[in-house]
C-alpha cells in the first residue's frame, strides 16, 4: 500500500468551491511552517519553545482570533504529539505553538498499544495524509493513570467502568519497569513511552515505510510537572 498524495491547499479549494482569495490568505498563513520541515528541524523548533516555556519567556504565536480563519481551509502541522489527557500537560502551551502547528492526541496514560484504532489511525492520518515528519509520545512526571497501574498491577480488584481496560494498557510498561534501579514511577512512565514509541513505528505500512526512508522520525520524550521542561529520551 503506497502512501497517498498530498492535496494542495489550492486543490482542495478548487474541489470543495472556497473562494480563491480565501486560498491564498490560507497558504500565506501555512507558509511559515512549511520552511523547515524536517523531523530534527522540528524537534529543534519544538524544544527551543519548551525552553521557552520553561523560562516564562514564551512567545505565544498565532492565537489571536484572525489566526484561525485562514486555517478554514487547510492544516499543515509540523508534528504528532500523542500526549496524556491530564490538565496539566497541553502541548500547543508547553511548546509554545501557535494554532495549527500541532496535530494532537491526547488520551489518558498516552498508551498506543490496545488503544485502538482511534488512536492509532489518527497518527497515520496526520503521517499519511498531512506529510506530518515528526510524531512524538509524551508522557510527563506524576502519571496518574501510570501510578494508578503500578497500584493495581499486583492486585485482583476489579475497577469499575473501563478503568480496568485503561490500567491493563499499561501494565506491560509496569513489568518492563519493576526490577529496574531508581524511583518506579518515574522508570515506568519512560518505559511506557518507550513502548509507545515502538509501536508508533510498527504502524505498518503508513508509518513503518516513511520511517525506514528517514522521512518521518518517531522519539519518545517526558513532560515534568514542576520544571516545565521537557527531555527527549532513547
Known sequence: MSIPPRVTLREFAAQSGHP??????????????????????????????????????????????EDF???????????????????????????????GDLFVVRL?????????????????????ELGVPLVMVLGHSQCGAVTAAIKHIDAHDALPGSLGDLIETLKPAVAMAQNCPGNLLDNVIIANVERGVERVKALDPLVTDPVKKGIVKVVGAVYDLRSGRVTVIG
Open 108 to 128: 489518558a496514560g498516552n498508551v498506543i498499544s490496545g488503544a485502538g484504532g482511534s488512536v492509532k489511525g489518527s497518527i497515520e492520518f496526520a503521517v499519511a
Open 20 to 65: 480563491a482569495q480565501d486560498v491564498g490568505a490560507a497558504e500565506s498563513t501555512l507558509a511559515e511552517s512549511r520552511v523547515e520541515r524536517s523531523a530534527d528541524a522540528v524537534l529543534a523548533r519544538l524544544l527551543e519553545g519548551n525552553e521557552r516555556f520553561a523560562k516564562g519567556e514564551a512567545a505565544h504565536p498565532r492565537r489571536k482570533p
Open 69 to 99: 480563519a485562514p486555517l478554514a481551509d487547510g492544516q499543515a502541522p509540523i508534528a504528532v504529539i500523542v500526549g496524556c489527557a491530564d490538565s496539566r500537560v497541553s502541548p500547543e502551551l508547553i511548546f509554545d505553538q501557535g494554532v
